[in-house]
């Protein structure tokens, strides 16, 4: 007699990890920051054409502490800088962030000195969309490798001041 004989068909076994990431990755709550020509193509994603609530993202989130990702979608001027790091330490923890397109990720043309060469200098990115302007398949792209992510992480690791894991 197997195990499968002796379980009734209404109890499932899994592990806790599987259940939490999930549950996290199924459930992404994205605290949209649009700063620049990016942003337009960010709101086109979450748009009936491209459907994000497939993915479970279907609402932006109005405040950061009830969102969970912040998608940094265009170019941030050094004066704007301390209010994308406040919003991010208002985020909960865990917390995941999308850098999208070129202006995001590395300062784009913008080579002065009002302009930040790359958000990951003030906030940790996980995922970096490039472009300029991204299209939304690529916004869709990098949540999906997000997803990847959260599902590979674990519920047991330690985590540094940022809520990403510590080696």
Known sequence: MGIEEKIPDSIILTTVNKMVNWSRKYSIWPLGFGLACCAIEMMSTFASHFDLARFGMEVMRPSPRQADLMIVAGRVSMKMAPVVR??????????????????????????????????????????????????????????????????????????????????
Not at 133 to 146: A, F, H, M, T
Request: aromatic content about 8%.
């Open 86 to 167: 406040t919003l991010y330490e208002q985020m909960p923890n865990p917390k995941w962030v999308i850098a999208m397109g070129s202006c995001a990720s590395c300062g784009g043309v913008f080579n002065n000195y009002a302009v930040l060469q790359g958000v990951d200098r003030i906030i940790p990115v996980d995922i970096y969309v490039p472009g300029c302007p991204p299209r939304p398949e690529q916004l869709i792209d990098g949540i999906i490798k997000l997803q990847d992510k959260i599902d590979k992480s674990s519920v047991k690791d330690k985590h540094d001041e940022w809520g990403r894991k510590s080696v």
